[in-house]
């Protein structure tokens, strides 16, 4: 093989492993690789294209970047018309459908339904053409929306190319399927941080967010918005059949299309509303935004039986979350002081229920937010809850003011401790300066002792509060001096509890490094980031001795991470702190370097030879499978080959092996081998 011959082959190889990739993570939600070598894939791909830049693809998942940008957009037809859905405001409702769906098909009595978690998002039609996506566009008025196929490409859950197993039938000839792009509520908090930041102007919801980075006319904009799509339904469709709803699903996760896993076949309405039930109550806890459960019929010739009104399905209703909104009033406004010394306003409201849960405090990030929003003392105000992230107040009711309201700006003194306040150029916030400000100590203590953190139950907000007034914790590290006897006559102390709080603290004596890294409250490192580091740097030592340039070596990791990190430990208040904690007792467990998910004895660091055709999978995906084991996966056996796999009609490579004497396996034993992974 020349060697240009070899480096096409590597990269096609390359691109195949990602594509199934892509699919495990996607459409399964079930990935067999860590994502630092799912990015190593990538990166070795980028680099081969950028060295043989006549060897790139146009289906190569790295030109997922952009396209040239448009004009306009152009018209996109929908063969099928793109209905609505009739809505359920209640359970009585959803009867009401059920008993219609019954008396249409003549009294049939036992209807299977599949209940899906109704997406708030905006809708697309993705067109397939013998496998490969010729097209996407936006609902628009059902008939006519629009042409957006360069940044729906742009969506890493979309598959360019449909899954088709090597035996089974081949995907259809034509196939328009639907869905929703949506992102996830964690994607849109941290878009909008960016774009606070940034100053730039913020999405009021993850589905405008999610529409505003749909309906770009640079595709690279799209490329760079975490968008994902879950797919529930087919327009027109040829070269295929489905016999019901539930089957559509399963086919569609099958040809590499994401489905959402939380769907569920419901033999009977019942079971339809107690899924909706049981959905309502994950609601808040999931990681997008729904606004209710779609009920469907699952049997295809009854959806056809029972056809269409003018704009929505006789088939399928939606049933609705109450919502997750509320009006109520600004009573005042507070500033509060968190442990990096940023002083939040906080409204406090006429208490309120939103979705089932009273609130009274909401968010209002800073003053330019407040000045934007206009939002004064006294107004009527919108607000929204939105999963367990804090109340946030999305705009005032205009319609609702009578004058009497006061403009409110940001104090000059810490409410704290009197300190100087300053707006450092360049950001959004106010600052307290003052370090030993009690209300940073305050929240870097609770902090420090969080779940997550060094986990120290029985130091809630209150206690905290009462032993930095008490003059007892200057620090964290004060925390491991306390005696009882210091507790013991504090409003709220008797022996037993003050028992159980000192045994509580020395209980958390020996975090484990990810904890301890998160506990510190270091800007920018949440437990996510503590688990990289510490999984790259195996101990606090090593952590501390990091340069930005080795910490920014960690996929994950950026510039302003790094800054962060070498910062925190460069400050001698900070190597005080930690140093004081280490001489207290803190023994922080170490992590294990490299030991990556999903490495493995079996195949760590061996090199492994295919030859043949396997039954159960294609050999890229069994590549990809020992490869995120941590083997190495090459095409020629030699002396260095730990060893071969031979499937169904091996050839040379076999008997090279066997002349070397290298272990060679069957499927069977491979399969048995992989067992756990799969
Ligand atoms: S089915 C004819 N299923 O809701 C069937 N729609 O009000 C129509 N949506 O435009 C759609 N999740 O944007 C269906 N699992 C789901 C959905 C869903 C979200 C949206 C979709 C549609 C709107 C209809």
Redesign the pocket.
């Known amino acids: 093989m020349t060697e240009q011959e070899e480096i096409r082959r590597r990269m096609e190889s390359l691109r195949q492993e990602i594509r199934f990739h892509d699919y495990r993570y996607y459409a399964l939600d079930a990935p067999v690789i860590s994502d630092s070598d799912y990015d190593a894939l990538l990166r070795e791909l980028t680099d081969l294209e950028k060295a043989y830049p006549g060897l790139v693809t146009p289906d190569s998942p790295t030109q997922r970047v952009g396209f040239p940008p448009l004009d306009r957009f152009e018209p996109f037809v929908h063969e099928v018309p793109?209905?609505?859905?009739e809505?359920a405001m209640n359970e009585e409702e959803v009867f009401d459908f059920h008993r219609r769906v019954q008396r249409l098909l003549a009294g049939e009595n036992e209807i299977v339904y599949v209940a899906?978690?109704?997406?708030?998002?905006?809708?697309v039609e993705v067109l397939y053409e013998n496998g490969l996506l010729m097209g996407a566009g936006t609902?628009g008025d059902g008939m006519v929306g629009e042409d957006v196929t360069p940044n729906v490409k742009m969506i890493r859950s979309v598959p360019w190319t449909l899954r088709a197993p090597p035996e089974g039938p081949a995907v259809p000839s034509r196939l328009a399927v639907?869905g929703?792009v949506f992102m996830d509520r964690k994607d849109f908090e941290a878009l909008n941080e960016n774009r606070r930041n940034a100053g730039e102007p913020l999405f009021a919801n993850p589905r405008n967010a999610a529409a505003g980075s749909l309906r770009q006319l640079d595709s690279a904009i799209t490329a760079s918005r975490p968008l994902k799509t879950?797919f529930?339904?087919v327009g027109s469709m040829e070269g295929w059949e489905f016999t019901s709803q539930w089957e559509m699903l399963e086919q569609l996760r099958h040809w590499g299309l994401p489905v959402?896993p939380r769907?569920r076949r419901c033999p009977t309405i019942k079971e339809a509303l107690e899924y909706f039930r049981s959905l309502a109550m994950e609601r808040d806890r999931l990681p997008y935004d729904?606004d209710g459960v779609?009920i469907?019929v699952d049997r295809i010739d009854w959806q056809r039986q029972l056809g269409?009104k003018s704009r929505?399905?006789r088939w399928?209703i939606?049933c609705k979350f109450p919502p997750h909104e509320a009006q109520t009033r600004v009573k005042d406004i507070i500033v509060q002081v968190g442990r990096t010394g940023v002083l939040t306003p906080v409204a406090v409201l006429d208490p309120v229920s939103v979705g089932g849960v009273t609130v009274q405090r909401a968010t209002l990030h800073n003053e330019d937010e407040i000045r934007r929003k206009d939002i004064r003392l006294g107004d009527w105000v919108k607000v929204r809850r939105a999963g367990d992230v804090i109340p946030e107040v999305i705009e005032i009711v205009r319609e609702k003011r009578t004058g009497a309201e006061t403009v409110f700006s940001m104090p000059d003194r810490c409410p704290a401790c009197e300190g100087g306040v300053i707006r450092l150029p360049g950001e959004s916030v106010h600052r307290c300066l003052n370090v030993s400000c009690p209300a940073q100590i305050k929240a870097a203590i609770r902090h420090f002792a969080s779940r997550g953190a060094m986990n120290i139950d029985g130091l809630g907000k209150e206690t905290v509060s009462l032993l930095v007034e008490r003059g007892l914790l200057k620090s964290a590290a004060d925390l491991y001096r306390l005696r009882k006897e210091n507790l013991l006559g504090l409003p709220g102390f008797a022996e037993k509890s003050a028992e159980n709080l000192v045994a509580s603290i020395s209980g958390s004596m020996q975090p484990s490094l990810p904890e301890f890294l998160f506990a510190l409250g270091i800007y920018h490192v949440g437990s996510h980031v503590a688990e990289l580091l510490a999984a790259h740097f195996g101990s606090l030592d090593a952590v501390r001795r990091a340069t930005a340039e080795e910490l920014q070596q960690i996929s994950g990791i950026g510039e302003k991470v790094a800054f962060s990190v070498t910062s925190y430990f460069s400050h001698p208040a900070n190597r005080r702190l930690v140093e004081e904690l280490l001489r207290a007792g803190i023994r922080v467990r170490e992590s294990h370097p490299a030991r990556q998910w999903g490495v493995d004895a079996t195949w760590a660091g061996k090199t492994v030879v295919f030859t043949g055709t396997l039954s159960s999978m294609t050999r890229q995906e069994a590549a990809a499978h020992v490869s995120a084991m941590g083997a190495k996966v090459t095409d020629n056996v030699s002396r260095k080959t730990d060893m071969v796999i031979a499937g169904k009609d091996p050839g040379s490579k076999l008997e090279k092996a066997n002349r070397l004497g290298v272990v060679v396996l069957n499927e069977e034993e491979f399969l048995d081998r992989l067992k756990g992974i799969l």
């Open positions: 793109m209905l609505s859905l809505n899906e978690p109704k997406m708030d998002g905006l809708a609902r639907r929703e879950y529930y339904g959402n769907s729904t779609v469907k269409e929505s399905p399928a939606a």
